[in-house]
């Protein structure tokens, strides 16, 4: 006993080491209380909506050993068709154990339909029916909106001012439509104020935000396919053809061979 106090006391012995550590170390964790109704329902719950996704080799051989080998053979022979006829040896790979271990797996998630829609004012004032995720190809990004077609957030109300203000100072003073017509009214000529306030027999686009395949479709190639292949130039070659035939049964239908053709 008396040893040990000494121990205790000399600042190199490993017994002053321990008991200055017992100081420093944390108390032990308590015992964790029983989990209650309420927490065993939510936990409960949690667990009922982790997704269960497929797992790798390497966890369902946790702990234990793989038990596929890293080996591979090892052929003496590199011709490309030919191989000897001894057995090829076999060679330990580190590569080969390692590949269960890397993996990727996915989670995509649950398909939530789309419920909500555009509702931007159109030209013809009505409201974009288009139920696009977060973005209309004609009206951008999609905001909340009330019945009247108006963002119901300020700051998107903003945006969309700022937006309109853009576009009317970008535009000419001379092409604004109210101008144009006084001057069509004082001069007496058509300056397209009718088209350009989107009224009138204008030749406009149906939808200006998608791309037209047919204007695609007209090159060089269908252009000339076009007038080759059209019903009056082949009809042309058709009878250009039975001619040649005809003149060629008249001149050998003495012949057997060509009587029965």
Same mark, same amino acid.
């Given at each position: 006993?008396?040893?040990?106090?000494?121990?205790?006391?000399?600042?190199?012995?490993?017994? %002053?080491?321990?008991?200055?550590?017992?100081?420093?170390?944390?108390?032990?964790?308590?015992?964790?209380?029983?989990?209650?109704?309420?927490?065993?329902?939510?936990?409960?719950?949690?667990?009922?909506?982790? @997704?269960?996704?497929?797992?790798?080799?390497?966890?369902?051989? &946790?702990?234990?050993?793989?038990?596929?080998?890293?080996?591979?053979? #090892?052929?003496?022979?590199?011709?490309?068709?030919?191989?000897?006829?001894?057995?090829?040896?076999?060679?330990? =790979?580190?590569?080969?154990?390692?590949?269960? &271990?890397?993996? $990727?797996?996915?989670?995509?998630?649950?398909?939530?339909?789309?419920?909500?829609? $555009?509702?931007?004012?159109?030209?013809?004032?009505?409201? $974009?029916?288009?139920?696009?995720?977060?973005? $209309? @190809?004609?009206?951008?990004?999609?905001?909340?909106?009330?019945?009247?077609?108006?963002?119901?957030?300020?700051?998107?109300?903003?945006?969309?001012?700022?937006?309109?203000?853009?576009?009317?100072?970008?535009?000419?003073? &001379?092409?604004?439509?109210?101008?144009?017509?006084?001057?069509?009214?004082?001069?007496?000529?058509?300056?397209? =104020?009718?088209? =350009? =306030?989107?009224?009138? #027999?204008?030749?406009? *686009?149906?939808? @200006?935000?998608?791309?037209?395949?047919?204007?695609?479709?007209?090159?060089? *190639? %269908?252009?000339?396919?076009?007038?080759?292949?059209?019903?009056?130039?082949?009809?042309?070659?058709?009878?250009?053809?039975?001619?040649?035939?005809?003149? #060629?049964?008249?001149?050998?239908?003495?012949?057997?061979?060509?009587?029965?053709?």
């Amino acid at each position: 006993m008396a040893r040990r106090d000494e121990e205790a006391r000399d600042p190199t012995s490993a017994a %002053a080491q321990l008991h200055q550590l017992h100081g420093r170390l944390p108390p032990p964790p308590s015992p964790r209380a029983p989990v209650g109704p309420d927490e065993a329902g939510k936990l409960a719950a949690e667990w009922a909506r982790a @997704p269960v996704v497929p797992f790798g080799v390497d966890l369902c051989y &946790w702990g234990q050993e793989q038990p596929m080998a890293g080996r591979i053979l #090892k052929r003496d022979s590199e011709h490309r068709f030919w191989k000897p006829s001894e057995v090829d040896a076999e060679v330990d =790979s580190a590569s080969v154990p390692e590949m269960p &271990w890397n993996r $990727c797996i996915t989670f995509a998630g649950k398909f939530e339909p789309v419920r909500h829609q $555009c509702r931007a004012p159109r030209p013809d004032g009505r409201l $974009c029916e288009r139920q696009d995720r977060l973005k $209309c @190809p004609f009206h951008g990004k999609i905001i909340p909106r009330d019945e009247a077609g108006r963002p119901l957030h300020p700051e998107d109300r903003a945006w969309e001012q700022r937006q309109q203000l853009r576009r009317q100072a970008g535009r000419a003073g &001379w092409q604004d439509p109210e101008f144009m017509r006084d001057v069509e009214a004082a001069t007496g000529v058509d300056l397209g =104020s009718s088209r =350009s =306030s989107g009224r009138g #027999k204008g030749k406009r *686009r149906k939808h @200006p935000g998608l791309t037209d395949l047919k204007q695609q479709a007209d090159t060089a *190639r %269908a252009r000339i396919a076009k007038k080759v292949f059209a019903k009056a130039a082949v009809q042309r070659v058709v009878t250009a053809m039975n001619q040649m035939d005809r003149k #060629k049964h008249e001149k050998f239908a003495n012949q057997f061979n060509y009587a029965l053709t």
